[in-house]
């Protein structure tokens, strides 16, 4: 549609130009065939001059970096036919009937201004060809590559998915191993909250987005097997709401309370985790404080991965409609993680 659209504007264009000769036509005078056709050699020369550029000159020479045989071509075509046109407009009007009554011979400096215009002419028809070309190939260029990149970006939101799943996966197991060998009661209770927990990933987590009530109830899921085998000194809620339905992508926020899992339980002393979910039609909310315990050395397993991975992941699905506010009270206690996500920009007042 577009190509043709381009052919239609070319061909009004040059019927314009051809058919400006019509336009000196005098009052009441009409204009014989023979005059129309002396009168329309400019134009020609400059479609010639044009479709040279278009079809032969830009896209061989030019785009191909023999920039030096393209303005040499150019040079010789619009100063030889500027000329050449010249020469033959003279010869027309010695041929046209209304010219041969006392018309006076050209100075030599109103030649020079003569062929000078003709050579502009031709040059500006060149001109506007190799940008014409230029411009498209641009568009065409700039169309690949945002393809590309739009690929290259669903490719990485795969791939980051991908990674989460073996990560969480593994300290889960971790978990329910641990459970099995003091208490096999929990222990199946745990794994019929992971089987549905691998229901959510291996269905929902291969879309783009998922509806927040799965994505709730799978995080929700994950905190219940938690709290399987944590001591009675935690402290753990978990709080959602469950507005009308909106999407998120998918396991965004699992890293976050794994973390908090991770960094916010002692065996020893009191230790709280305050998850929170809110969603509106607008905006979406996970905020989680945990108390503070920081790993030894020894045991930093994972070295940070999962949080990285929910950074890259905000910036490829939602880039600039999000904050991520990570802050760690005066005293080192307590640790908060707030992520909210902008789903759709507020209307005007």
């Known amino acids: 549609m577009n190509k043709q659209k381009a052919i239609l504007l070319q061909i009004a264009v040059w019927a314009m130009l051809l058919l400006a000769p019509l336009s000196f036509a005098g009052h009441g005078n009409g204009v014989s065939l023979r005059q129309f056709l002396l009168m329309s050699v400019s134009p020609l020369l400059m479609m010639m001059v044009f479709y040279l550029n278009f079809l032969w000159l830009t896209p061989k020479y030019l785009i191909k970096g023999d920039k030096k045989f393209y303005w040499l071509i150019n040079i010789i075509l619009c100063v030889g036919l500027g000329i050449l046109l010249h020469v033959w407009m003279s010869y027309a009007h010695d041929l046209l009937d209304d010219m041969r009554v006392s018309r006076q011979k050209p100075t030599t400096l109103q030649m020079a201004l003569f062929i000078m215009r003709d050579i502009f002419n031709l040059a500006l028809s060149a001109t506007i060809a190799t940008t014409i070309l230029l411009s498209q190939r641009w568009y065409k260029s700039e169309e690949a590559r945002l393809e590309a990149e739009t690929a290259r970006t669903e490719a990485e939101l795969r791939n980051l998915r991908n990674q989460i799943s073996p990560h969480f996966l593994l300290n889960t197991l971790n978990n329910i191993y641990a459970l099995t060998s003091f208490d096999s009661e929990r222990a199946q209770d745990a794994i019929q909250q992971l089987s549905k927990m691998l229901r959510h990933m291996l269905y929902d987590?291969?879309?783009?987005?998922?509806?927040?009530?799965?994505?709730?109830?799978?995080?929700?899921?994950?905190?219940?097997?938690?709290?399987i085998r944590l001591p009675q000194n935690v402290d753990v809620?978990?709080?959602?709401?469950?507005?009308?339905?909106?999407?998120?992508?998918?396991?965004?926020?699992i890293s976050l309370v794994e973390n908090a899992f991770k960094h916010g339980v002692s065996p020893?002393?009191?230790?709280?985790i305050h998850i929170c979910l809110e969603a509106d039609e607008q905006h979406i909310c996970c905020d989680i404080k945990n108390s503070n315990h920081p790993k030894s050395q020894q045991d930093r397993s994972g070295h940070g991965i999962g949080l990285q991975q929910v950074q890259r992941r905000l910036d490829l699905s939602y880039p600039g409609r999000y904050t991520w506010e990570q802050s760690l009270s005066p005293d080192g206690q307590t640790y908060q993680s707030k992520i909210d996500i902008t789903l759709r920009p507020s209307p005007i007042n």
């Open 205 to 227: 987590n291969q879309q783009e987005e998922v509806e927040w009530e799965k994505e709730v109830q799978f995080l929700e899921s994950y905190v219940n097997l938690m709290k």
């Open 268 to 272: 020893t002393e009191p230790s709280f």
């Open 237 to 253: 809620t978990f709080t959602a709401q469950h507005p009308a339905p909106v999407t998120v992508a998918p396991l965004l926020f």
